[in-house]
Structures are given as structure tokens and as C-alpha cells.
């Protein structure tokens, strides 16, 4: 798990709940940092170093003392440390074309004699001169006399990330998105024949590198024991390759580090721990050794996913059998820690309240659970969102009252989905496609309707294509098509 977090969870050895344990939350000076120093971080990972051992052991020491620094910074009582001196390779990027120069990378050495995180991330991103426009908000929060940005002035983009950040990240480009919004948008078959040439290139270029992706997660699973390996993001298959290859340098390097990940699924992702429905998350920005101390630690998250599905079977029993659920959605991934605060919070308002329902009147519906509502609702999926915080004694009234609605919406969704994936079949089939997906954001009653039209007008250019129905037209690096779910004929 990455040093610089939100919430830092410990255990401690005593008679408590492993869950009171494992809860001891610490709030962090200058939270912003994640985000801060991913420029950083992209500059200098190792793993973009295969070809060069030299600066990849050297960055990766100086990634783990940077990161003791930051942490000694926020232990409490801190007040100064001792000078830290350390050197990076960082990456090279031209001025005009945003592209990675040949020559590769420049060596930057500074000390940090810092005080606070805050302070940490400037001179992190200054010695290694890289840009701290996306700064300037969080200084202005931090002056002294305690002034606030002032209201309504221009718009602020907190940062300006490199163009290959997102090609890294999977990430979508804002500006680039602006600019496709701005456009005419064209009918699908002007838009299939500019585009695909250049998407059937793509795709045959990346063949090698899907089959080796292929291949490593394969060999990963089979020698690690897992249930599954996924990713969070879009990201390229190049790049997927280098998260498995950096895995299963791990795993030569430190193999008793993953006895633990046994009949786990991993997730790819932006932040190290495990998330709210137990998937371990590897971080795509930290290195081995915390990958490394993750795994030591997963005894614990596991102690911590019993005592959430121990939480989950008595909200339950309260509530008349309905299931507590969890629907991730685009962003960052809910922790498992989050997801048992939410829970434990919940059950403790629910718990003097004691609904009067019956045992098994609600067991066939869902809920999620959500702290930015004021009010329960019903989702047109049919599960209940509840607010954390919301009246506990009125609920059982709002789920009673609701609750043959929440029954139609789920049969009607599970027709739809029913229907999404003959539909999808017969596409894939009639039009010779290599693939058919969708983005998370496209539901079924928008997907419906789009292989309904592509099955009436069959446009020969997609034959042999992958492709994905998304909310715009675009080509991605491996060549798959994404087009609206809404096109134009």
C-alpha cells in the first residue's frame, strides 16, 4: 500500500476485534500528494528501466527511502529528520511532441531537509524540474494567513499531465475529449472508413503483444494460485505486459513474499491493499517492496473481510434479509477498510432502532451503501442506495413500501441483460468481429438499441475488428474501435 494515503490502517496485538485492530485511522497533512507526485512517479518508475539495470536498482532504492521519508514525516511528534540525499533517473520528454526522447533519461540528486509532506512534494518535483503549475491551489490553501483561492475566478485544472500519462494510466485525455466534442460528430460509416486502415494496422501490430499477454497471465495464475487478474483501467497491452512482467520478477526475486496471494484475484489498479469486495489491489505506481509487504499483510485483510461479511449477515437480519451489496464504479476502488467503516457505522445507527420486519421479507432485494446521500432511493437496476447516514428508524418503512417495485425493476433488468447478450452474440457472429465489448458507463438499455441498428446496416468495415461501444468515436493504441452507443447512420 502506497505510504501517502488517505486513512493508514495498522494492527495492533491485543484482545480487540481484528476489525477494531486493523481500524486505526490516521488523517494525513497534505492528502494531495497522490495526486501530486504522479508526474514524479511516471518520470521515474523502474519498471520503465528493464533495459537499463543500473538506474533501475538505483531508482528503486531511492523510491524506498523517499518513501520512509514521507512516512517518518507523519508519524506524530515529528518535528524535523535527518537530511535524506537522493538520486533518480528520470525520464526524458521533448518539449514539443510530448513523445519519450531516444536518448532516454537524465540523472537529477538533491537531500530533502523538509518538514512536511507538502513541503516534500515541492522540492521532489522541483529538483527533478518538473512541472508544478497543479501546485499552486494547494500552496494558496496553505498560506499563512490562512486565505482560501478566491471564488469565481477562471477555471482551474488542477494538472496538466504529460500526454503519455494516459496512454499509462488508461485514462481518458480531457482535453483531447474537448476537442472530439467540439467536432461534427460523423455518421458511423464516414467515420469507419477514415478510421479503418489505420485500427486494422494497429490491431495486427499488437498480436504479438496480445499473445503474450495472453501467455504471462496464464503463468502467473497457474504458478501463483489465483482466481483471476484484471485491470481497473483501459490500459495498452503493452503496458499490461509490463505490470505482469514486473509481478513475475517478483515473484522470482522475493517467491516467499506470495504464498499469501493464494485463491485471490488481483486488480491492477492505482492504489496497494484490497478492496470491498476482496480482490487485491496492486498499485501500478509503487514498487516491490511494497507489492511485497501488501502480501505479508493479507492475513490481516483477510481477518478484516470476515468481520465485514460477519457486519453484512447481521445488517441482514435487521433489515428483513436484504443483502448488502457492493456496485464499483468508475474511479478509484473502495478499500476494504472504507467499505468496513461504512458498514460498522451503519449497524451501529441501525442497531437501537431494531426495524420491525420479518426475518425473510426483503431476502431477495439488494442494497449499497453511500455517505455523499441524504435520502434512499431506488436504482432503476432495483437495489435500494442508502445513505450512511440516513434515519435508521424510518428505513424499514421506505424498503417495505418499495419493495414489489425493486422486484419488477430486477426481473425487467434481468430480461434486458438476457436480451444485451444474444443481441451481442449475433453481432459478434453476422459481422465477423473479433470482439464485442462494452464501457462500464454503457447499460443495457443503450446497448440494446446500438446491435440492433449494427445487425440492420452491417457495415462491412468492421469485419475482423475488435470493437467497443463506448460514448464517442475513437481508435486506441492496439487498434480496438470505439464507437458511441448512439451512432449516427
Not at 29 to 39: D, F, N, V, Y
Not at 75 to 86: A, D, I, Y
Not at 90 to 97: L, N
Not at 434 to 445: H, P, Y
Amino acid at each position: 500500500m502506497s505510504v501517502i494515503t488517505l486513512l493508514r490502517w495498522t494492527v495492533r496485538p491485543c484482545s480487540r476485534p481484528v476489525a477494531v485492530q486493523f481500524l486505526q485511522k490516521r488523517a494525513l497533512s497534505g492528502a494531495e500528494a497522490i495526486t501530486a507526485l504522479r508526474p514524479f512517479y511516471f518520470a521515474v518508475h523502474p519498471d520503465f528501466f528493464g533495459q537499463h539495470p543500473r538506474e533501475r536498482e538505483v531508482n528503486e532504492n531511492s523510491l524506498k527511502r523517499l518513501n520512509g521519508y514521507l512516512e517518518n514525516l507523519q508519524k506524530p511528534g515529528v518535528r524535523s529528520l535527518k537530511p535524506t540525499k537522493l538520486t533518480f533517473y528520470v525520464r526524458e520528454t521533448t518539449d514539443k511532441k510530448d513523445e519519450i526522447l531516444s536518448s532516454g533519461f537524465r540523472s537529477v540528486s538533491f537531500t530533502l531537509h523538509t518538514k512536511d509532506v507538502l513541503s516534500t512534494v515541492l522540492d521532489v518535483l522541483r529538483s527533478c524540474s518538473l512541472s508544478m503549475e497543479h501546485m499552486q491551489g494547494l500552496k494558496s490553501v496553505t498560506e499563512p494567513d490562512g486565505r482560501s483561492p478566491e471564488a469565481g475566478g477562471a477555471f482551474y485544472r488542477p494538472i496538466r499531465w504529460d500526454k503519455t500519462y494516459y496512454a499509462f494510466t488508461g485514462y481518458r485525455d480531457p482535453e483531447q475529449e474537448l476537442e472530439q466534442a467540439k467536432r461534427v460528430e460523423p455518421t458511423l460509416s464516414l467515420w469507419l472508413r477514415n478510421n479503418e486502415a489505420a485500427a486494422s494496422e494497429k490491431q495486427k501490430t499488437s498480436l504479438p503483444r496480445r499473445e503474450e499477454l495472453k501467455r504471462l497471465k496464464t503463468e502467473l495464475c497457474n504458478k501463483l494460485s489465483l482466481t483471476d487478474i484484471r485491470w481497473q483501467r483501459s490500459w495498452g497491452v503493452s503496458h499490461r505486459c509490463c505490470q505482469l512482467q514486473s509481478l513475475s520478477r517478483l515473484s522470482q526475486q522475493n517467491p516467499e513474499s506470495l504464498h499469501n496471494l493464494r485463491g485471490h484475484t488481483l486488480v491492477f489498479t492505482d492504489q496497494s491493499g484490497m478492496n470491498a469486495v476482496g480482490h487485491v489491489m496492486l498499485g501500478t505506481m509503487d514498487v516491490h517492496h511494497q507489492w511485497a509487504k501488501l502480501f505479508e499483510r493479507l492475513p490481516s485483510y483477510r481477518a478484516l473481510l470476515q468481520q465485514t461479511e460477519w457486519l453484512k449477515e447481521r445488517i441482514s437480519l435487521l433489515l428483513g434479509g436484504i443483502q448488502v451489496i457492493h456496485i464499483e464504479r468508475r474511479g478509484p476502488l473502495l478499500t476494504l477498510e472504507e467499505h468496513y467503516s461504512s458498514l460498522n457505522t451503519f449497524h451501529k445507527r441501525l442497531l437501537p432502532c431494531r426495524p420491525a420486519l420479518h426475518p425473510r421479507s426483503l431476502q431477495d432485494l439488494t442494497m449499497t451503501l453511500e455517505s455523499d446521500r441524504s435520502s434512499t432511493i431506488l436504482h432503476e437496476l432495483g437495489h435500494f442506495i442508502v445513505p450512511i447516514a440516513y434515519e435508521a428508524c424510518q428505513l424499514h418503512t421506505v424498503l417495505q413500501s418499495q419493495a414489489q417495485e425493486a422486484r419488477r425493476r430486477i426481473k425487467q433488468q434481468e430480461q434486458l441483460e438476457a436480451e444485451e447478450q444474444e443481441l451481442v452474440q449475433s453481432c459478434r457472429a453476422e459481422l465477423s468481429l473479433s470482439s464485442l465489448q462494452k464501457e462500464a458507463g454503457v447499460s443495457s438499455r443503450q446497448m440494446i438499441p446500438c446491435c440492433r441498428r449494427l445487425l440492420e446496416e452491417r457495415p462491412a468495415q468492421l469485419q475482423g475488428l475488435r470493437l467497443c461501444v463506448s460514448h464517442f468515436y475513437s481508435v486506441l493504441q492496439d487498434g480496438d474501435l470505439c464507437i458511441p452507443w448512439d451512432w449516427k447512420g
